[in-house]
């Protein structure tokens, strides 16, 4: 109703003072009765009270259409009256989103060819660090260390890049199952062995319970556990040997708890931890920092349906739960 009358504005404006015109009109030429001009002008007003009436009944449809907002691109194939510019508007509106099908498959087109391209570059990539760490292994020391340091760092930033690249397509790329997850804070520490001897700060693994069994992704939640534990030792060394690795269940839930002694986050940094390249305050003071670990965690854990609580203070520490839910027997598996 709003845009009608805004659309037909002028219109009565116009009408309005062509009344009063011809009241002038009939004042100033010396008629004293003025009854005919009024009634004149009462059957004018009828009439264009008529015409916007039917105006806006005949057109109801589409002046709805053109006020509420489409709830999906397929509302552009939905046909409104019969008028000409109604059907002006569903032809625009198909030509519209015919080209904008065409744009997006291109640019869909475009970005997996993107995709392939990181994938395949980042499996070409380790093959050659691989050989320069058993290179390594042969030389002395320190030359040696320094050299498989640096790999690993390389290894990190390129495993980063691989799973950024997969975040895309998470739907298609998880598998939920069964997890055990002792066996998969196992995995982690192996793999992060030089890592934590590097740093000189060492996995606390502590099991409230014997076992528990989660529905997960195996390769998202070690990606997951990875991060965590990776920024807890970065951001503990020098200031404590040890990261605590808990898993415990809490009202009916399954936890994994990640807690260092390190660094802390600050407060005004605790909200935006886990936006894409937000590094903050810490960030600042340790150069390896890309702001993107947290943010892809974050990302992989709402896609699995994993919640992810963060507690910290400056100077004491930070904790990160992963929230999985509902536990299993291991048995289930």
């Given amino acids: 109703m709003k845009l009608f009358f805004r659309e037909h504005a002028f219109l009565i404006a116009v009408q309005i003072l062509q009344f009063f015109v011809i009241l002038a009109i009939y004042w100033l030429d010396g008629y004293s009765h003025l009854l005919p001009a009024f009634y004149a002008i009462f059957l004018g007003l009828f009439f264009l009270t008529s015409y916007l009436t039917y105006h806006y009944l005949s057109r109801r449809k589409f002046y709805k259409r053109l006020?509420?907002?489409?709830?999906?691109?397929?509302d552009s194939f939905r046909t409104t009256e019969s008028s000409p510019i109604s059907q002006a508007l569903d032809h625009l509106l198909k030509n519209q989103y015919k080209h904008y099908q065409t744009r997006i498959k291109v640019l869909e087109s475009k970005q997996e060819e993107h995709l392939k391209f990181m994938d395949q570059w980042v499996h070409q990539m380790k093959?050659?660090?691989?050989?320069?760490?058993l290179i390594a292994q042969n030389l002395d020391e320190p030359d040696s260390s320094s050299i498989r340091e640096e790999t690993d760092r390389m290894k990190t930033g390129l495993n980063t890049?691989?799973?950024?690249?997969?975040?895309?397509?998470?739907?298609?790329d998880f598998h939920i199952k069964p997890v055990s997850l002792?066996?998969?804070?196992?995995?982690?520490n192996g793999e992060n062995k030089r890592f934590y001897i590097r740093n000189q700060v060492y996995p606390n693994v502590l099991q409230k319970k014997q076992e528990?069994?989660?529905e997960t992704d195996e390769k998202w939640l070690f990606f997951i556990l990875s991060q965590l534990i990776?920024?807890?030792?970065k951001y503990s060394k020098g200031m404590s040997n040890r990261v605590d690795i808990t898993t415990f269940e809490k009202e009916g839930e399954a936890l994994l708890e990640v807690k260092d002694f390190g660094v802390g986050i600050p407060e005004t940094d605790k909200r935006r931890v886990f936006d894409p390249f937000y590094t903050g305050e810490n960030g600042r003071k340790f150069r390896e920092s890309t702001g993107m670990g947290l943010y892809l965690t974050k990302e992989a854990a709402d896609h699995l349906g994993h919640r992810i609580e963060l507690d910290s203070?400056?100077?004491e520490g930070s904790t990160f739960r992963v929230i999985f839910g509902k536990t299993q027997n291991l048995t289930g598996m």
């Fill in 127 to 133: 093959t050659p660090l691989s050989v320069i760490e």
């Fill in 212 to 214: 528990m069994v989660v």
């Fill in 161 to 172: 890049i691989l799973y950024m690249a997969r975040l895309r397509t998470i739907e298609q």
């Fill in 67 to 74: 006020t509420n907002e489409l709830s999906s691109l397929d």
């Fill in 182 to 188: 002792s066996k998969m804070i196992k995995e982690v």
């Fill in 313 to 315: 203070k400056v100077g």
């Fill in 230 to 233: 990776n920024n807890a030792v």
